[in-house]
C-alpha cells in the first residue's frame, strides 16, 4: 500500500511567537499552537479524532483540549519524531482507524516552564557505555562524527561555518527568527569552541515555542471548505540506526538517513531534481552536510564545497532551511516540527523567504545523535 497523495497537510502553524516565551509552559504552548493550525484550516476540536505528539502524553494533550480521540501516538525517538507523526497519522488515516489527525508540539525550552529533563538511566546502554567515560549530551557526542568527517575527507572550519553563514542570510529575511544579524565565516570562527571542532554559531538556538498540524484524508478536501490549499504528502520514510555513536556503521554517515530518504523518495515517485526546496534539521552546522549527502543530493565528501558556491542560500539552486533552521530561527528542543512548517508555507507560497514556484519539498529530520531519522516529501495538486 503506498499513502502517496491519499493525505494532506490542511493546517499548519506555530505558537504566537517563537523565541523567549517566560510566561507560558510547555503545555500552554501545545494548546496554543494546537488552536492556531486549527484556525488555519477552520476546523475545531470536535473535528479531530486523532491526537499525535512527541515528549509529553498524547493522553494529556488530549485531555487538555478536551478531544476524545479513536487514535492516539506518543512516538518519541527524538527531534525528528514529528517526522515519523506525520507518516503515522497518513497510515492510519489510509486504514480507516480515524479521519483526521492533530499533530502538537510545545516545548519551554529556554525558559524551562513545565519542562521535564531528559533523565539517563546507569542501566541504559548510553548510560553503561557514554556517561561513564564524559559523552553525554547533544554538543559532546555530535561532534565524535564530525571529526572523522573532517579527516577522511579534508572538510575544512571555514566550510562547516559557511553552513551558519548561508542560514543566517535566510533568517535575515525572516521577521519571526531570533537570530537576524549577518554574520561572515570570520565571526562563526572566532565565536567560542563549545566542544571541538564546533563553535557556538554552530550550534543551535535554546527557545521556546511550538507547532501543530492538521492531517486529513485527501477524499475529505471537497467536502471541506478550506481556506488555504492542501498539502500533500507524496512520500515519506523512518528508520533508526544505534543509540551509541560508537556502534554506528560509520560516523561520517547515518544509515538511518540513508533507508528513510530511500524509502521516501521511491514513494513519491520522484527524482532529486525535481525537489525545489529542501529542510533538513540543523542542531548543529555538520547535519545538513551529512543530510545532503545521505539523502543523495551530491556525493560522499562534496557537501561542504557544495554550500560554499552557495548552491543553497538565496537565490541558489537547491534552497536549504530557508525559515534559518536550528541555527538561526528557532530550536525549542525537538526540532523537527519546525522544518515540516517551513516545507508547507513554502509549498503553499506564504514563507517569509518564499522561493519561487516550489511544488516539491523534502523535509528530514534527525532524532537524537544520529538514533533516528525521518524523511517526508510534500507536493501540491498537481505533483500527484
Request: aromatic share 6%.
Amino acid at each position: 500500500m503506498t499513502i502517496r497523495g491519499k493525505v494532506a497537510v490542511i493546517g499548519a502553524a506555530e505558537t504566537d511567537i517563537v523565541g523567549v516565551i517566560p510566561d507560558k509552559s510547555a503545555l500552554e504552548l501545545h494548546a496554543e499552537s494546537a488552536r492556531n493550525a486549527l484556525e488555519d484550516c477552520g476546523l475545531t476540536v470536535a473535528d479531530i479524532d486523532g491526537i499525535a505528539t512527541a515528549g509529553p502524553s498524547p493522553v494529556n494533550i488530549a485531555h487538555y483540549l478536551g478531544i476524545q480521540p479513536s487514535w492516539l501516538d506518543g512516538t518519541m525517538v527524538g527531534g525528528g519524531s514529528f517526522m515519523l507523526l506525520v507518516r503515522h497519522a497518513a497510515a492510519a488515516i489510509c486504514a480507516g482507524m480515524c479521519t483526521t489527525v492533530l499533530i502538537t508540539h510545545g516545548q519551554s525550552g529556554r525558559s524551562r516552564i513545565g519542562a521535564t529533563s531528559r533523565v539517563l538511566e546507569p542501566s541504559s546502554l548510553e548510560g553503561q557505555f557514554e556517561l561513564p567515560y564524559g559523552a553525554n549530551g547533544p554538543t559532546t557526542l555530535f561532534p565524535l562524527g564530525l571529526l572523522r568527517y573532517m579527516k577522511d575527507f579534508g572538510l575544512t572550519h571555514e566550510q562547516v561555518a559557511s553552513v551558519a553563514v548561508t542560514q543566517r542570510e535566510w533568517a535575515g529575511h525572516n521577521p519571526r527568527a531570533m537570530m537576524r544579524e549577518p554574520i561572515t565565516i570570520e565571526d562563526v570562527l572566532a565565536s567560542p569552541f563549545i566542544a571541538y571542532p564546533l563553535h557556538r554559531l554552530e550550534c543551535c538556538l535554546v527557545t521556546d515555542g511550538g507547532g501543530a498540524l492538521v492531517v486529513t484524508a485527501a477524499d475529505r478536501l471537497a467536502s471541506l471548505d478550506l481556506p488555504k490549499k492542501p498539502v500533500y504528502l507524496l512520500g515519506s520514510g523512518e528508520s533508526s540506526e544505534s543509540p551509541l555513536v560508537a556502534h554506528m556503521d560509520d560516523v561520517t554517515t547515518s544509515r538511518a538517513f540513508r533507508h528513510s530518504g530511500r524509502a521516501a523518495f521511491q514513494e513519491a515517485g520522484i527524482q532529486h531534481r525535481d525537489v525545489n526546496h529542501l529542510m533538513i534539521y540543523d542542531a548543529f552546522a555538520h547535519l545538513p552536510i551529512y543530510g545532503l549527502e545521505d539523502l543523495g543530493f551530491v556525493g560522499r565528501g562534496e557537501a561542504g564545497s557544495f554550500i560554499v558556491e552557495g548552491n543553497t542560500r538565496p537565490g541558489g539552486k537547491l534552497p536549504l532551511n530557508t525559515n534559518g533552521g536550528g541555527l538561526s530561527y528557532t530550536h525549542t528542543g525537538l526540532y523537527g516540527m519546525f522544518a515540516i512548517q517551513e516545507s508547507i508555507r513554502q509549498v503553499r507560497g506564504e514563507a517569509a523567504a518564499q522561493v519561487a514556484d516550489v511544488d516539491i519539498s523534502v523535509a528530514h529530520g534527525v532524532g537524537g545523535f544520529f538514533w533516528s531519522a525521518g524523511t517526508l516529501i510534500f507536493g501540491t495538486k498537481e505533483t500527484i
